[in-house]
Structure formats: C-alpha cells, structure tokens
C-alpha cells in the first residue's frame, strides 16, 4: 500500500535535488555506482591502497603535537574533565555517543559492524568510525598524566583490531566505516593521537606506532580519491583539513596542495560577507572555524606561509563568532546544533587568539545590522537587540544555501532571549538526523519562536533533510533611544494558504516589545512561540500575563498587547544529541475576532509593569508605546506591513 505521503515526499525530493549543483549529481552517481559496482568486482581494493603505502612513512608531528597543546590549554576546567570522564570508558570496552551507551569492545576486539549499530541513528556508528573517544584522550588528557598509559594501551587495541579487521569495499563502505566524512576525522584524530601517545612515558617507537602511520597514509589517499563534491558542505572543508593535516605530517606536497585548494574554494564559497558558514548553524560555524584555525596554525609551525584566503577566512569567521556570543557564553542552538560537539564558543575564540588570528569585527565592515548593501544572500541575517539588562537575537536571513537544505529549519524571523547572562527564550536544538516526527518538529515552524498560521508548515519538509520552497526575507535594524528590529517574508506552504509575516521587536532599557502582523491568513487562527529554557518557571495570571521565575527570583513578565491571548504548555528540547528535556511553553494566540490581517504581541519586562499597555497607532503603524506611565517614541518602519487591528 502506497502512503498518502509518499507524492508529497517525491515533490519535495524532486524539488530539493532540482536545486543541487551538477557538481553534488554527478558526486552522488559516482558514489552509488562505486559501492555497487565494487564489491562485485573480483578486485582486492584494499591491497590496492596497501600497495601504495610506504614500508616506513617518515611522519613529523611537532606541529601536530604544539596545536594540540595550544587547544588544552584554551579549555575550560569543566570542558576537560568531561573529556576525562567520557575517555576513561573505553578502558572498560564502553562507549558513549549521542547519549547511548554501548560495550562495543571486549580486550581491544570491537565489534566495528556489530548489528546493535543498525538499531541506532546513523551518527553513532559515523562517529565511531571517526574515533571520536581519541578527542577525548588527547583534550583531557596531557601525554604524562596519570593513566596515560592505560587509555594508549586501550586505544592501541582498538586502532590494531581496526587495522586488521576493516578494508576498503564491502557493502555500503563509503556510507559506513569509510564515509569520507568519517576518514577525514579519523585522520586528523589519529595524527594527534599519534603525537600525543609519543609523550606517554614509557612508549617508544614500536610496531603499534608504524601500523598506525602506515593506516594513517592509507586513508589519505583513500581521501584523495573520495573527496566529497557532491556532499559539499561541512563535509568538504574536513575533507581539505585532513588532507592537508597529512599532507603536512608525511611530506606529501600533493596531498598539501589539494587540502590548500579545498580550503580557499571552501572558504571563499561557504562563508558569507559577515563572516558567518552559510549553513547558518552556530554549531557548524564552530566546527568549520576550528579546521580553518588548525590548518593556518599547522601551515605557520612548518614554516609554510599561510594563504591569503585560509588566513582571511579564519579571522572574518572568528569576528563573527564574536559577533554572535550570546550573554552566557554558549552557542545558540539555530538551525541544527547542540552543545558538545565541538569547542565551546570562547575556547574556539581563544584558539584564534592563540595562534595569532586577527578578528575582523563585521560591526565594523558594516555587513551587519541595517546599514550594509551586500545583499541579504551574502549576509547571515542575524541580529541583536541589546539592552541594559539583557540581549535578543533575531534570525532576519535566508534559511541556507538552496543546494544544501539539509542543516537548515523554518525559523525565520524567529527570536532567541537572554536576561542577565541566563538563557529564557531558547531555540531546539536537535535530537538526531534520522527522518521522522521529532525530526519535522526540530527542523518545522512549530520548534521555533515565530509565526505559524493554522497547523500548516510554511516551509514544507520531510525525511531528514529535505525542504520545499523557502520564503525570502528582507530584514533591518535601527539603533536608537529605542532600537528596532524588523523583518518581513511572504510564505507559500504546500498546503493552506499564502500569508505575509512582518515582524517587529523593539527595546529600550529594560523592555521588549515582539509585535507581529499578518496578512493573508484568511480563516486560520495565528499563533507565536515563546520555548522557554527548563530553568524558567511560568505563572499564567488571572490578567493574562505570565511571570517567569528562575529558582524563585523573578526574571521578567510577559504582558500581551491587544489582540492577543496566552496559553502556557509545555514543548521538547534537544540541548545534546540524544537527550531530550521537556520545557515550558508559552503561545501568543491572535484575537479569534481579529480581522485580516491581523496584529498581536507581547512586552517583556524586567520590572514591575502596572497598568495597561498601549501602543499608539498612527496609520496603522506604531508610533508610541506607553509602558508602566512612560511614553516612548517608536521608530519608523521600513518595511511595513499592510495593515493590522
């Protein structure tokens, strides 16, 4: 029986690959005729690599081994015990990822296809492949602690039975044990562990230390050949990290050369005038800045210049990353992202700082905020509103790049809010990539703290990473006694109808006012989302406001404006992969008896607020707002909706 699905999911497939670069086609043939056409062929491929290995690759690690210091050393305390905890597993054969644990191993042999891995989210056996645990040893870890030993005794084991038990080809290898995604970071994972276990006492030059160079070489050029055109993305800048990793550590000028080009196309393609990557993910920002870190600082410590481009890349990417810093320090979970996956916002920060990059402020280039005329393609699109007591972070951008859909969520004009440095407003995070109901929500309209007409998706989705049509948004900021932020977008869902959402969030000192209008909803109820952080208690009162408290103290009240009713329920949060916590939600319903189109809203205070609250409307645009007595000229709209209540 064919699901009734099924020719939405055929539309939204054929929509997504009709937007692909030839490029990504043609990369994705290959790959599929390669992993059918290979097992069947009556070719040993893996000793065809084994034959091109060196009996004795000459391997040089200093540099390797300094920006591995260099990154301990920019940890924090509680970042490095955690990698002390996790690694400590395996000398019990355990492993953890993505919040599942597993007794993988048994005395060194693990079981590298054992059929629990099928059960699981592709992520775990992916990043098991990658031997993520060795991030953990050579973080936490100095070579000369105590129980250094024991882990390189441990990981010995499972490096060797890899050597012995994994080839190149079989069924399915490049979506398996060789990913070029996961070869990429088993290389570079192994480079530094090759380094690090050279400083563990006791250790010498031994038969375990050639196996593992001669591995490392044989997945190079495994790499080489296997570099992920037709995946793009993330995946591509670790291909041209990797590669140039090796490259530097066994002399190949070939391999260097290739990891350089990738890096400076990457660079100049994936990130965006204001310095942010183009998958607008603030956790993919992180991961691909600290490639771009490492391969400038491995290319500096061997005395090799640093091309223009890497060195341009790194420091427009780090002053974004500065940019986007949140009040407590920790990424914002936009788009797909959660906490642990990579360095912590400021660590990354102080890795730039370390090796002698330079931030480029993209405040002061002017590709930021409302005064820039790079095109909003070009730029990020997110912005803040900055008060005395607190920062907001308003998503005005495109959702990604339209040939790489994957990362990206139907967020737009979606809003995040700290107090102080605590979070209140939070985004989702995510909880996996596998394709199903979680995965629509993380990624769909209903995850994020925007606009949603009826129960319809502006943006249709489905599967794990395919997406329709995508709305276009205009947005801008304006400082002054009251800052403002507005944006605007027209959406076209597959089903329901067709609507227009202006935004605008205004703030003074100790005050925000979210206020949205809506066109061309027709009959369908509108609704916004405030997802609160599990910390943030809320009391609905008898008035319709809602105070929110943090272990007993009051944080903020959020008071409707007119037209607008709240309810208080509760939602799902992802802060890591694989954990789920459930957490408050507040939802700001327009008026039922609201004309068309219609506005609504809330005030969020940091004091007391008593009394009604009035926005005075001149022309059906805002132009004062009357809060606790006080009255405060709005500014000016720009991008202005056509009408409201």
Not at 26 to 36: F, I, K, P, S, V
Not at 313 to 331: H, K, M, V
Request: proline share 6%.
């Amino acid at each position: 029986m064919i699901s009734r699905y099924a020719p939405e999911m055929l539309s939204l497939g054929a929509h997504t690959v009709s937007r692909m670069e030839p490029r990504q086609l043609l990369g994705m043939g290959e790959r599929t005729a390669r992993e059918r056409l290979l097992p069947r062929l009556p070719i040993d491929f893996d000793r065809r690599y084994e034959r091109r290995v060196p009996s004795d690759p000459t391997v040089r690690l200093d540099a390797i081994a300094d920006d591995t210091e260099v990154i301990r050393s920019c940890l924090e305390g509680t970042s490095r015990q955690e990698y002390r905890e996790r690694a400590r597993e395996i000398t019990d054969d355990r492993l953890t990822l993505i919040n599942r644990t597993l007794r993988i191993a048994e005395s060194g042999a693990v079981r590298w296809y054992d059929e629990r891995l099928d059960e699981l989210s592709i992520l775990w056996p992916l990043k098991l492949y990658a031997f993520e645990p060795i991030a953990w040893i050579v973080m936490g870890f100095d070579p000369d602690d105590t129980g250094g030993s024991e882990l390189r005794d441990a990981m010995d084991g499972w490096i060797v039975d890899w050597i012995d038990t994994v080839d190149i080809g079989g069924v399915n290898y490049l979506r398996r044990a060789w990913t070029p995604w996961s070869v990429s970071l088993r290389i570079q994972r192994w480079l530094r562990y090759l380094a690090w276990r050279d400083g563990v006492p006791g250790t010498g030059v031994d038969g375990v230390e050639l196996a593992i160079r001669r591995e490392i070489y044989k997945n190079a050029l495994f790499l080489r050949n296997h570099v992920e055109w037709d995946v793009g993305g993330n995946h591509l800048i670790e291909n041209g990290a990797a590669l140039l990793a090796a490259g530097l550590a066994f002399g190949e000028d070939e391999w260097i050369e290739t990891g350089i080009e990738i890096l400076r196309r990457t660079g100049d393609q994936q990130f965006l005038d204001d310095g942010c990557h183009f998958e607008r993910s603030a956790m993919y920002h992180v991961l691909t800045l600290t490639r771009f870190i490492t391969s400038y600082a491995l290319l500096d410590r061997s005395d090799r210049s640093v091309p223009e481009g890497i060195r341009a890349t790194a420091a427009d990417a780090t002053g974004f990353l500065q940019y986007l810093r949140p009040p407590d320090g920790r990424i914002p979970l936009v788009n797909d992202a959660v906490y642990g996956e990579g360095l912590r916002l400021d660590a990354c920060l102080r890795y730039a700082d370390a090796v002698g990059i330079s931030a480029v402020d993209p405040r002061e280039t002017g590709v930021v905020g409302g005064t820039s005329s790079t095109p909003a393609a070009r730029r990020s699109g997110y912005h803040w509103l900055r008060t005395d007591v607190g920062e907001m972070l308003l998503d005005g951008g495109p959702l990604g790049p339209p040939h790489l859909p994957g990362h990206a969520h139907s967020d737009t004009l979606s809003l995040l809010l700290w107090i102080g440095d605590r979070p209140v407003v939070t985004d989702t995070g995510a909880f996996d990539y596998a394709g199903g109901p979680r995965r629509n929500y993380v990624r769909g309209v209903r995850g994020h703290n925007t606009v949603q007409v009826g129960d319809v998706e502006p943006i249709p989705i489905g599967g794990s990473y395919l997406m329709g049509p995508r709305p276009k948004p205009v947005s801008r900021t304006r400082s002054g006694d009251v800052s403002l932020f507005e944006g605007s977008y027209d959406a076209l869902p597959r089903r329901g109808p067709n609507y227009t959402h202006h935004r605008a969030a205004y703030a003074d000192d100790d005050w925000w006012v979210v206020r949205d209008t809506v066109a061309g909803h027709g009959t369908e109820p509108v609704r916004s989302r405030l997802h609160l952080h599990p910390e943030i208690d809320p009391s609905l009162e008898r008035d319709g406001r809602v105070r929110l408290s943090a272990a007993g103290t009051d944080v903020a009240t959020l008071c409707p404006l007119e037209w607008t009713r709240v309810s208080v329920s509760e939602s799902q949060y992802h802060p890591r992969f694989g954990e789920t916590v459930e957490r408050p939600l507040v939802e700001l319903h327009a008026d039922e008896g609201a004309a068309d189109p219609t506005t609504f809203g809330v005030l969020i205070a940091t004091k007391d607020v008593a009394g009604e609250i009035d926005v005075a409307v001149d022309g059906r645009r805002p132009g004062r707002l009357t809060v606790a007595g006080e009255t405060h000229p709005l500014p000016a709209l720009g991008l202005a909706p056509t009408g409201g209540n």
